[in-house]
Nanobody, 120 residues
Framework: QVQLVESGGGLVQAGGSLRLSCAAS????????MNWYRQAPGKQRELVAS???????NYADSVKGRFTISRDVAKNTVYLQMNSLKPEDTAGYYC??????????????WGQGTQVTVSS
């Protein structure tokens, strides 16, 4: 069972920066895609950024140019650097690890989340 622990959330003013971390309990980055999701009150959870097992990255249009996802394989940690934060970035941020299994099944793990609040 993979365990993911997020940290780094907090309260920041608009225009500021935060770096979120997601520490995995074991070495998984070379076989799992790692994702950051966020969910604001009353809204659906949305995919913010992804880094594949091969290291390629993707971002939601709303965060392109402001957020950067990266990983440190030696530390079993994935990061989300968030710059130029906006009030609409306020949400709970969740780390996710996912890879396909057999017969169409998926291995899918979630962290407990960390709150990001951006004040205007």
């Amino acid at each position: 069972q993979v365990q993911l622990v997020e940290s780094g959330g907090g309260l920041v003013q608009a225009g500021g920066s935060l770096r979120l971390s997601c520490a995995a309990s074991e070495t998984i980055f070379t076989i799992y895609d790692m994702n950051w999701y966020r969910q604001a009150p009353g809204k659906q959870r949305e995919l913010v950024a992804s880094i594949s097992s091969s290291g390629s990255t993707n971002y939601a249009d709303s965060v392109k140019g402001r957020f950067t996802i990266s990983r440190d394989v030696a530390k079993n940690t994935v990061y989300l650097q968030m710059n130029s934060l906006k009030p609409e970035d306020t949400a709970g941020y969740y780390c996710n690890a996912r890879r396909p299994g057999v017969a169409g099944a998926w291995y899918n793990y979630w962290g407990q989340g960390t709150q990001v609040t951006v004040s205007s």
